[in-house]
């Protein structure tokens, strides 16, 4: 079809599409008479390009995300929408507050915590790709809003910024790529949220969660000693995590440095250490409740 036909079926003006191949978003054939030939295929590339555009991505988000086969760069896109989102909220909440007269010193520090949030976070996203970026930096994202007030947290910031520039890429075998895609595809942001709500409360209340899930504890204890768990690709990738983790410096670098960082995430990593404690009372047979 030509373009006046691609751009009724489209809701595309002829210069948005004229505009959208020159970008290499849609590739239709030029027929010889020199008029373009959109296929079906390009009508639907059209019509994602609309939607996108109307959500406010931007060229080169839109040119990766045609990319990519999987759903992996438009979840990080939303991930990274909604912190930007929060970002602009605690903006305008400092706006409000120079309004009704605070200090402008103060407040330049709150501003600085966002940015520096915001580069964390983006460089989380990417140290970790897929899903397991999406959990880690939503995790720690918010443990990042406070400000740098001392050496010590600068330091530790600068720590953090060198250690996720030079972490080596996290690698899985095609199998386990196929199987991460396929068990995480229709896991959004929200329901990553939910899941780390759930692990904070079962931290923050280690003796209820024990009491409440003996049951389902004892089964999950059970089916870890299994041929069926050893075999599985959970386990194949909880021993690549746990290898990965290990050697790259993300415990003895990255926990620390937060540690020093955020007062808030120190004091949060202490529960875990009550609750590990616990969980060992109550199951000798299990290393930790949950490690970061």
């Known amino acids: 079809m030509l373009i006046n036909e691609a751009s009724k079926l489209t809701n595309l003006t002829k210069k948005a599409i004229e505009y959208y191949i020159e970008q ?73 507050k120079l ?62 910024i060198a250690f996720l520039d030079n972490v080596p890429s996290l690698q899985f075998t095609e199998d386990l790529q196929r199987f991460l895609m396929e068990s995480t595809e229709h896991m959004n942001t929200e329901n990553i949220r939910d899941l780390i709500e759930n692990y904070r409360e079962s931290i923050e209340n280690a003796d209820e969660f024990l009491s409440e899930n003996k049951e389902v504890i004892e089964r999950y204890l059970a089916y870890k000693q299994s041929e069926e768990y050893k075999n599985s690709p959970i386990y194949k990738i909880q021993t690549i995590l746990k290898e990965f983790n290990n050697t790259n410096g993300y415990y003895d670098v990255f926990i620390p440095a937060m540690k020093k960082l955020s007062v808030s995430y120190s004091e949060y990593f202490k529960q875990i250490e009550v609750a590990n404690e616990k969980l060992s009372l109550h199951y000798p047979e299990i290393n930790n409740f949950n490690k970061e």
Not at 36 to 55: A, G, M, P, Q, T
């Open 24 to 96: 290499e978003l849609v590739f239709p054939n030029v027929l010889e008479n020199g008029y373009r030939d959109f296929s079906e295929n390009d009508v639907e590339c059209l019509k994602k390009i609309y939607v996108f555009r109307k959500l406010g991505l931007s060229i080169e988000e839109i040119k990766a995300v045609l990319a990519d086969e999987t759903n992996n760069t438009l979840q990080k896109i939303s991930v990274l929408k909604e912190l930007s989102i929060q970002r602009e909220q605690a903006k305008k909440a400092i706006l409000e």
């Open 99 to 160: 309004s009704s007269g605070k200090n402008y010193s103060e407040l330049s520090m709150e501003l600085r915590a966002i940015e520096q949030s915001s580069t964390v976070t983006e460089k989380l996203l990417d140290a970790f790709p897929g899903y397991f970026g999406r959990f880690i930096c939503l995790h720690f994202a918010r443990f990042l809003d406070e400000p740098i007030t001392t050496s010590e947290q600068q330091s530790a910031y600068e720590e953090i």
